[in-house]
Structure formats: C-alpha cells, structure tokens
C-alpha cells in the first residue's frame, strides 16, 4: 500500500527529471531530484511503495529513459494515468517501471494522499481511503515479461542465459 501523489495533465518528462540532472543514468542520484522544478521537495517526501497519480499524456516530452528510470528509484511503485506520451509508455516498461492505464473518471476521483494499493491479477486498483476500486487496462503480455525480469536489460540477459 502507498500514498497518492496526485499531478495534472501534459506532466512532461523535463518536470519528471530536469535536463541539467542528466549527466548521470545512475537512479538513485536521480530519485533525488525527481520533480525539483515543479515540486520541490517530493523527492524527500515519497516513500516506498508510492503512487504517482496523473492526468492525460504523462511522460511526453523528450525521449530520454532517465524519467522513469527516476521514478522507479525513488520507490514508486506505479503510475497510474488515463494515457501516457508513447515513448514513456515504452520507457517505462524498459526501465521497469509499473505504469497503469485508468478511466479519466477513475483518476479525477483519486485525492492526493489517498492510500492505493494494486491487484495486478484481478486488474484492480484499490482505494483503501475511500473504500472504491479502479479497474486498469490490460497490460500487454510482453511488456508484463519485461516488468517481470525487471526491464529490458534484465529480459535480454535472462533470454541469452536461456539459450
């Protein structure tokens, strides 16, 4: 279970992780600046196991993967919008973060603070705040195995080790 940190729509990839902090892939430096130009100061409040909670076309923007690379680092444990910009749809799965596709509806009734948890059998997000259940859409089988192994790099060496 975790805490809902709720974000508006068009939330691009330069408020996820300003560009003056790429000069180094290394996740765990960061996490620690994750939102610094748009809300300073979350990077140290996020705990293991958060929710980002979004509006429509998170992630667009530039194309670079230390976005939610980023986010996965600080312990989030998924994204959940109505859509997500394509490739940091992709990226995401690359780099091994959770992100859930969810009816706008279902998003706007989500409050900042509300405590989420995820049912990825049944599908479900549960909002254990206001008593309601969300249901996700279906995630492609493929992007499951690259959550799975932890990522692209971690399917490709487990594909290689199988041969």
Known sequence: MGKAWKFGDNIDT????AARYLNTSDGKQLAKKIFEDG???IAEQIQ??????????????????HA??????AGIRAVLAPYFARIFYRNAFNTG???????????DSIYEGDELDIDLHSQKVMNQT???EYTFHTIPMFMQEL???GGLMQ???SKIQDN
């Open 14 to 17: 330069d408020i996820i992780i």
């Open 39 to 41: 809300r300073k100061g």
């Open 48 to 65: 293991q196991g958060d929710f980002i909670v979004a509006g429509e076309n998170f992630g667009c923007g530039s194309s670079r993967e």
């Open 68 to 73: 939610p690379l980023a986010l996965r680092e």
């Open 97 to 107: 973060l959770l992100i859930l596709e969810i009816d706008k509806n279902d998003i």
């Open 130 to 132: 206001q008593h309601t």
């Open 147 to 149: 959550l799975d192994k």
């Open 155 to 157: 399917y490709a060496k």
